[in-house]
């Protein structure tokens, strides 16, 4: 998969048909199937242990599966090498996790152009494009603070912006209000389902929280490697009402 493909994997439907995933003796992942089409937001529920982070993990490009397949836009991205895969991870799918994983050193500005920086933009023109993620979702004039000055749902803000910064098709978001309050995670929620949304993107959430897993589209839940049940959530929630 060159460069130029991976650049046109933006749209479209993510895919996972029979994942099995084996750790030692322990089976992670045992014949998951799950689709997730662009633009829908889908929460994997489940207690520890139940394999969702290893299916996001996954899907996302991060682990390879032992067995069954993972396809974006058709393409299938599971048995690519771990520099393809690294190259669609950083152009294609943006991540948030738990405790935002902004590096302190630098400031926001500069945490949320670090992608595109990656990715070839030169650093002028990626922190232009980063600071326009700022006013939109609620964190402006916070462009030069760095990660210990700012709150815990400010924090989110900009992991959420830097997730968006590349344009992905999907974001991946591993218990994105684990570290916050009741309130600050539903106003993080509110942001990420509404900020995805509006730019295309789809968004796969894990959590153990039902009142997070309601924001969402659809609801996976998983027990012992195995999807248990699916079923869409209702629709005043998805909104925060």
């Given amino acids: ?10 749209g479209g439907m993510l895919r996972c048909d029979g994942l099995v995933k084996r750790f030692g003796s322990v089976t992670a992942l045992a014949g998951v199937d799950v689709s997730v089409e662009r633009g829908q937001t889908l929460a994997v529920m489940g ?26 836009d058709g393409t299938r991205i599971d048995d690519r090498s771990e520099e393809h895969r690294s190259v669609l991870r950083r152009s294609a799918f943006g ?20 992608p ?3 990715g070839g933009m030169r650093r002028g023109e990626a922190v232009r494009h980063a600071r ?15 990660p ?8 989110q803000r900009v992991a959420i912006a830097r997730a968006l910064a590349v344009r992905p098709a999907v974001v991946f978001a591993d218990e994105p209000t684990g570290a916050l309050d009741q309130a600050t995670g539903q106003d993080t929620m ?17 959590t153990h929280d039902p009142g997070v897993a309601r924001w969402c ?6 027990r012992d490697g195995r999807v248990v049940d699916v079923w869409t959530a209702p629709a005043k929630q998805q909104v925060g009402a």
């Fill in 1 to 10: 998969m060159c460069v130029d493909v991976v650049n046109r994997l933006h």
């Fill in 95 to 114: 991540f948030v996790f738990q405790l935002g994983q902004l590096l302190p050193e630098l400031p926001a500005d500069e945490n949320v152009a670090l």
């Fill in 148 to 155: 210990g000055e700012l709150s815990g749902g400010q924090a």
């Fill in 47 to 72: 207690p520890s242990g139940s394999g969702k982070s290893t299916l996001l993990h996954c899907a996302a490009g991060i682990l390879r599966p032992d067995a069954g397949s993972v396809t974006l």
């Fill in 132 to 146: 326009a993620w700022f006013a939109p979702l609620g964190i402006g004039g916070l462009e030069r603070r760095r």
């Fill in 116 to 118: 595109l920086m990656l």
């Fill in 190 to 206: 509110n942001v990420l389902v509404d900020a995805t949304r509006r730019n295309g993107a789809s968004l796969v959430v894990v």
């Fill in 217 to 222: 589209d659809r609801v996976l839940e998983m």
